[in-house]
């Protein structure tokens, strides 16, 4: 039986087209006028249609810095795409910017961060960063769409899926998760870009497997999009994927489309999956959301599977999901996409599973409900129509009145979204505090180049737009790169910082868990903390802090209310060694040591490494090297002519032949390539070379994992340009048979 629509004839094929522009155009103008500021207040109204929504000009498209959360220091990575990586030929690569340095894009997204530099080049850097957060949602009325007519529903069910679906975006009782709008606001956005993609990728493959389809690249190419985007994502995804291998095509489309998208994205996925198991990462041991019912009692964080927005939604998402099965409709990957991420939740937390934060599990599931109770609505209303002699007009009115149960239920709960857009995207210049914030990086910007350290203070930093608004220095002032920056997982250095963050702070963050964070202020240790990373200035943002800092004989040199920048005591980017290295061959990892030989700040000569040369000592146990890291007949030396760059650092020593510590975050690309042996992995997390001649070059350089990575990717697209020659020469043969 043919799929019910408002008819068969072409008049009704016309009114079920116009349907679904309704149906997906909608949600998709609502979600761009929210996204673009136009929505500046959403309230309900006792009258039809209960809702009255204020107007406003489209901030989206003001020329300022957004701000918000951790959107506002996102901000940073496409400047450090546009003018550090891809000047010198890549996308993932090495910056100075943040945690003394981190490998940039290594660990996190590319393809939003590509997009906001290629829009930059006709519309303005600020505009082109709103235009990358807000691309995901946008599209997802329309991936919505997509996959409901890839699982073979009709226009009109596939209208009500999307609508329905579309309405997820809305939910406001969560905000760090992903694929809302609030999330997308909290710095989320490239979820929302990964989400819909990853929509059309399973769409895609539904419907080559049904219809038998021969290969096409295009099921790869958007997964290696909805890889590039997010990672949690793509794992969901290709989970919800897995019962298409049951099908009689469906492990040669599979496979394909796997081998592709692995293939395309491997200049970029081989080096996390090998740098991550490598630990050059930092577990931050997030804390697992666990509930089932309930709420936790941290602000803002829903511990449920089931918030009370979502219980109707889930309650007719039920209905949809039971009637399509019955129905035997194609939806096991659409049920595997729902029911999977919510099992993961709940299990993740008792396999000890950390490094996933299984709370990013749970918009799956909540889309999965929506989308089921449009199906739900869909399936209803084209059933009901039947009943009656004029079905187009029956329809058309079930329809509207049915696409106003999840546009109520979703949009009446709209409260913070419009206020958030408007604090976001007016961007660090609209806020009270700017001229102050201004004034303290230009200030900044005069001062000798320099790292800086900064006090954590939500209340503080928050009024600016952003608790993190310091983590821009280097946006503003290109020799200020902070020790703080927005990736917490990217870097080994992440742990160090935030112990000194506590020594620093009045509020601080705290953020790792299992660390052994200072109760209180601690000058004395922050001192010697911040000079083994070779740190110029701290800014206090409190009182309390700045009178801590002058306690602690610090000489301020700038003063910006509420800011005071003081001088640090003069320290080296590179020290020589005055005891002999040891390397550390125990059976603990190499990291919770150092943390360890962290904690003694008395003992900072004693040079740990998780490497070295072979009459180097070697010990087991940490306290060994006080016995083995004996004093050296010829330690210690001068070091001048010290240049740092992103992918440089090169300086002048008169101690040849004694080990130097350089103050630059370790990661293995980073080679002596003139003057020396190394580098080695050492305590805390920066490296330690040898120099065999007075001038030491260190250059940060592709290696094998890289250029392993770069061929995979060179062969994918040589397969699709394959595919494209193929392709184009059968339409050739085809014509010149017409013709014949």
């Known amino acids: 039986m043919l799929p019910p629509e408002f008819s068969e004839d072409a008049e009704g094929e016309r009114s079920s087209k116009i349907f679904v522009l309704v149906a997906v155009g909608v949600p998709t103008l609502i979600l761009l006028g929210l996204m673009s500021g136009v929505v500046r207040d959403v309230g309900l109204d006792g009258a039809f249609?209960?809702?009255h929504v204020d107007f406003n000009l489209p901030s989206l498209l003001f020329a300022n810095t957004p701000t918000g959360g951790d959107m506002g220091a996102h901000v940073l990575l496409p400047q450090i795409l546009r003018d550090?990586?891809?000047?010198?030929?890549?996308?993932?690569?090495?910056?100075?910017?943040?945690?003394?340095?981190?490998?940039?894009?290594?660990?996190?997204?590319?393809?939003?961060?590509?997009?906001?530099?290629?829009?930059?080049?006709?519309?303005?850097?600020?505009?082109?960063?709103?235009?990358?957060a807000i691309v995901g949602l946008v599209l997802l009325p329309t991936a919505l769409y997509f996959l409901a007519r890839g699982l073979s529903f009709s226009r009109v069910v596939s209208g009500f899926a999307a609508f329905g679906g579309s309405m997820f975006a809305f939910m406001e009782s969560f905000a760090i998760y992903g694929g809302n709008?609030?999330?997308?606001?909290?710095?989320?956005?490239?979820f929302s870009w990964s989400l819909a993609l990853s929509l059309f990728y399973?769409?895609?493959?539904?419907?080559?497997?049904?219809?038998?389809?021969?290969?096409?690249p295009l099921a790869g190419v958007l997964l290696a999009l909805t890889a590039l985007s997010h990672i949690v994502t793509t794992i969901v995804i290709v989970i919800a994927s897995l019962p298409l291998l049951l099908r009689r095509n469906g492990i040669r489309t599979l496979l394909s489309s796997w081998g592709l998208g692995l293939g395309l994205t491997a200049f970029w996925a081989i080096p996390l999956v090998v740098r991550g198991f490598q630990g050059l990462t930092t577990d931050m041991g997030w804390f697992p959301v666990q509930g089932l019912l309930g709420e936790t009692t941290s602000p803002g964080i829903v511990a449920t599977p089931f918030p009370d927005e979502f219980m109707p939604i889930a309650a007719l998402g039920l209905v949809g999901m039971v009637w399509s099965l019955i129905r035997r409709e194609d939806v096991a990957t659409l049920v595997a996409m729902t029911l999977a991420p919510f099992f993961l939740y709940l299990f993740l937390p008792h396999w000890g599973i950390t490094r996933l934060y299984n709370g990013r599990l749970l918009p799956f599931w909540y889309l999965g409900g929506f989308i089921f109770a449009g199906i739900a609505?869909?399936?209803?209303?084209?059933?009901?129509?039947?009943?009656?002699?004029?079905?187009?007009?029956?329809?058309v009115a079930m329809s509207a009145l049915a696409l106003l149960v999840p546009a109520n239920v979703a949009l009446f709960g709209v409260r913070d979204a419009p206020g958030w857009v408007a604090w976001n995207f007016t961007g660090y210049e609209d806020k009270s505090g700017y001229p102050q914030y201004e004034d303290l990086m230009r200030s900044v910007d005069g001062l000798e180049a320099g790292r800086i350290m900064w006090e954590h203070n939500n209340d503080v930093h928050n009024q600016y737009g952003t608790p993190m608004a310091l983590m821009l220095f280097p946006y503003w002032s290109e020799d200020h790169p902070t020790m703080e920056g927005v990736f917490f997982e990217s870097s080994i250095t992440t742990p160090f910082h935030f112990i000194n963050q506590s020594e620093v702070s009045k509020s601080p963050s705290n953020p790792v868990r299992g660390l052994k964070y200072s109760a209180g202020m601690n000058f004395e240790r922050a001192v010697a903390h911040l000079a083994l990373f070779d740190v110029e200035y701290y800014v206090s943002a409190t009182p309390e802090a700045t009178d801590a800092a002058r306690e602690a004989g610090l000489e301020?040199?700038?003063?910006?209310?509420?800011?005071?920048?003081?001088?640090?005591?003069?320290?080296?980017?590179?020290?020589?060694?005055?005891?002999?290295?040891v390397v550390y061959e125990g059976d603990e990892v190499f990291g919770d040591v150092a943390l360890e030989w962290y904690d003694d700040i008395r003992s900072f000569d004693y040079w740990v490494t998780s490497d070295g040369p072979q009459e180097w000592p070697r010990i087991d146990e940490l306290d060994e090297r006080f016995d083995l890291g004996t004093r050296l007949a010829n330690g210690g030396g001068t070091v001048t002519d010290?240049?740092?760059?992103?992918?440089?650092?090169?300086f002048t020593t008169d101690a040849v032949g004694v080990p130097h510590l350089v103050k630059m975050s370790y990661f293995p690309n980073w080679t002596v390539t003139e003057g020396g042996e190394g580098p080695y992995p050492a305590a805390p997390s920066l490296m330690v070379v040898i120099p065999t001649e007075e001038h030491v070059v260190l250059q940060f350089r592709r290696t094998s994992v890289e250029t392993v990575g770069n061929l995979l990717t060179l062969a994918g697209l040589v397969v699709i340009g394959g595919w494209a020659w193929q392709r184009k020469q059968r339409r050739k043969e085809d014509e010149q048979v017409v013709l014949r």
């Open 49 to 51: 249609p209960f809702l």
């Open 84 to 132: 550090e990586l891809l000047p010198s030929g890549r996308i993932i690569g090495w910056s100075t910017a943040w945690y003394a340095g981190f490998p940039a894009m290594y660990f996190y997204f590319p393809l939003p961060a590509l997009f906001t530099v290629l829009a930059d080049v006709v519309v303005p850097y600020g505009v082109a960063f709103k235009l990358s």
């Open 181 to 190: 709008v609030k999330s997308t606001l909290a710095g989320e956005f490239s």
């Open 202 to 216: 399973l769409g895609t493959v539904v419907r080559s497997t049904r219809e038998n389809r021969p290969f096409s």
């Open 377 to 395: 609505l869909g399936l209803a209303v084209t059933s009901l129509s039947r009943v009656y002699p004029q079905r187009r007009q029956a329809l």
């Open 556 to 581: 301020s040199v700038v003063t910006v209310d509420p800011w005071t920048v003081f001088e640090l005591a003069d320290s080296e980017f590179v020290d020589v060694a005055t005891r002999q290295p």
């Open 642 to 650: 010290v240049v740092v760059e992103n992918d440089l650092i090169s």
